[in-house]
């Protein structure tokens, strides 16, 4: 059979007969490697463009005329960096638009304010001097040409999505925001034409200006999150062998796949697809799908789904076009009525807004009322009335959480935390319930050799060697345990038995325990540690047995010390046997554990403990975990996560160490601590500015120093997010 | 104090002229990788 390499699924045409593709790489991180990589693939003939972007971790490239991408992909091999082509998912590209859009509307506010505050300042200071009425107006209606068509534009951000809300019957923070910078710049005009001394004009824009850095920063870290998680996901590289005719099969990339397209599974390999054997005989490990740890057999007829491990033997799968009735379909079911659950929730800001809008306005109608009992003059009651609007403009409160989150995420994305969705952080700091999936989020995704120091060191290794010829999973445990490097020459496989060869003459064999005439022994080994799957060892006369198994992630218990330490009760919901379970939760001192749990018990247990009024965060990889992550009141995943788990959870963990929950729950506890800090600046600033402004003494000049005063206290404030005082434990 | 008809369109027309320039350079990619520019910045040409 003849294999190739098809990636012409990633390939755009870029136009004049140029063709575009773009690589996620691993590992770039400096100037070296990137000129390193640019020109080494300029080198390429016909390469018209190889430019990194350090920042995203990729490369696009340009070329001409007809060039196999597979080839950069090993120019990339041969450098030294693992690459894959990238697909830019739907949600990123739409982040990336409209963060450029931001920073579109901060460019125009940003020039707007620059401009008309260079025209206040003579006006503040000409008021005390000897300004002539007319060259004020003239600044005035300069004014107005400047900031009317700026803040058209640059608020719409915030027109938009106040209009939205309103329309749903809903208030969000963008309510007070749209009203007072419509109703400043209406008074303003209104003052302009009837030649008075005041405008508001500069106050108006400059409070756009300094909402749309919150604004943008918010959107910014969003988008980074997602370019990192993005690439993970490329370079997982999930590919199917499929056959393109009888006995030519091509390796392309899972998006390819149609349904009814015949694919080739072998051993080692993790489907890609769902669908059903037509050929072989073989045992999967559906761990990420069910969670269940012992091997699943599958033959003619079996159904199989996207995320199970091909175990011994190849297999012909046939993809299934609608999976509706498979385990699938019943899990995009239940995630889809648990995220339809959670949108409920309302973010702080917005909670604050729904407090805050109407005390406002309140306020300032009280104002207008009060000053016209007092006998003063309708209008004169008006400009004051929009002067406590102006002054009480939510800006401190549109920075006080955008800040304090941007700088808490670089901090967690620091210590291996990514957030998946804005709010998350208010959420896992109210957290007083975890539950842990076991398979893969409290253990390894990898198996791993559990007995290692009872094996002598040398034989270890030539076992190693011999295990790098075979994909067998445990196989590729005891290679990677043993880091041997060099495979041994001449091993032939016996399909579904193991590995034999000859090392100085003697015959070394690996694989099942008859094969290497050690029953016995492996039976002694499997009574010490049921769990384990065990793969024999024989060379001459030689008998080894070696135990292999998911391992504890090497900090869950101190992760699981630290996390009650805070308060917080911890539990195991898992879809394993019982004995494995029980084991987990004994070695982790967890007494709360469940064990055989499907998908649909996860959720009705997480739906039991929040009408109990508890806060629950889920920590889960699987498939099966994904309804449950989003039934949860905040949700976690390991980076090893399957595709739609990972899309659900709100906050994803890199690397081997389960610390990244505590420093999460750390640094949310914190963040949210000082974004009520910084509401209650905000709501302390106005205390102080609303007297003045009640009693009609608010200038422009105020207004403006109020404003930045108060949104500079904030900013600062959210600095000390950088940092956790009692630090990962 | 006519000196303010020439003056202020002139200081209306730079800024403009800035604004202009931020949005080419956002329109061009120029903020596209700010970790990499910085880089790029000092590297040493080739041999």
Known sequence: MHATRDFSHFVKDAGSGLSHIDLAVEGVSCANCMSKIERGLSAIPHVTLARVNLTDGRVALEWKGALDPARFIDRLAELGYNAYPFESASAETAEAEQSRFLLRCLGVAAFATMNVMMLSIPVWSGNISDMIPEQRDFFHWLSALIALPAAAYAGQPFFGSAWRALRSRNVNMDVPISIGVTLALAMSVVETLGHAEHAYFDAAIMLLTFLLVGRYLDQNMRRRTRAVAGNLAALRAETATKFISEDEISEVPVAAVKPADIVLLRPGERCGVDGTVIAGRSEVDQSLITGETLYANVEHGSAMYAGSLNVSGTLRIRVSAASEGTLLAEISRLLGNALQARSRYVQLADRASRLYAPVVHITALLTMLGWVLAGSSWHDAVITAIAVLIITCPCALGLAIPTVQTVASGAMFNTGVLLNSGDAIERVAAVDRIIFDKTGTLTLPELDVVNSATIPKHVFDLAGQLALASRHPVAAAVARASQARAPLAGVVEEPGQGVRGTFKGQEVRLGRPTFCKSDQLANETLSLDPEASVVAFSHGELRYVFAVRQRLRPDAGATVRAIQARGIMVEILSGDREPAVRAAANALGVCEWRAGVTPADKIARINDLQRHGLKVMMVGDGLNDAPSLAAAYVSMSPISAAHLSQATADLVFLGKPLAPVVAAIDFSRKALRLMRQNLWLAVGYNALAVPIAIAGLVTPLVAAAAMSGSSLLVMLNALRARRVANGRS | ?47
């Open chain 2, 1 to 47: 104090m006519e000196v303010l008809v020439i003056l202020v369109p002139l200081a209306l027309g730079l800024g403009l002229l800035g604004l202009l320039g931020f949005l080419w350079s956002l329109k061009n990619g120029q903020y596209d990788d700010l970790d990499g520019a910085a880089w790029r910045a000092i590297k040493d040409d080739e041999p």
